[in-house]
Nanobody, 124 residues
Framework: QLVESGGGLVQPGGSLRLSCTAP????????IGWFRQAPGNEREAVSCILSSDHTGDTFYADSVKGRFTISRDYTKNEIYLQMNSLKPEDAGIYYC???WGCGYYPLAADFHSWGQGTQVTVSS
């Protein structure tokens, strides 16, 4: 079971840093993806990072490239999603999830363990 934190209310243009941790297992064994879901929308991939055994390569959705950064802290067993220049359309529930790889484009069906999500609201 993964656990997300760091969501909240932020004004457009603001920043948030989401954290994903997993008590009981080592996140670096897996690819970790961030997904988001807005009301009425399907869950969509935001970012993904491979395990260090697979170069730690990253994926970003086009809508967040240049604004979001995914990273790992191996000592803390945490994954972060730094979100800058937030827009109202970035709002939603953000989930982290683990998989064996990110794939060409991360698909929610390929991710096997999920957190409960953290709410991100972008509004003035």
């Amino acid at each position: 079971q993964l656990v997300e934190s760091g969501g909240g209310l932020v004004q457009p243009g603001g920043s948030l840093r989401l954290s994903c941790t997993a008590p009981g297992f080592t996140l670096d064994l897996y690819a970790i993806g961030w997904f988001r879901q807005a009301p009425g929308n399907e869950r969509e991939a935001v970012s993904c990072i491979l395990s260090s055994d697979h170069t730690g390569d990253t994926f970003y959705a086009d809508s967040v490239k240049g604004r979001f950064t995914i990273s790992r802290d191996y000592t803390k067993n945490e994954i972060y999603l730094q979100m800058n220049s937030l827009k109202p359309e970035d709002a939603g529930i953000y989930y982290c999830a683990s998989a064996w790889g990110c794939g060409y484009y991360p698909l929610a069906a390929d991710f096997h363990s999920w957190g409960q999500g953290t709410q991100v609201t972008v509004s003035s």
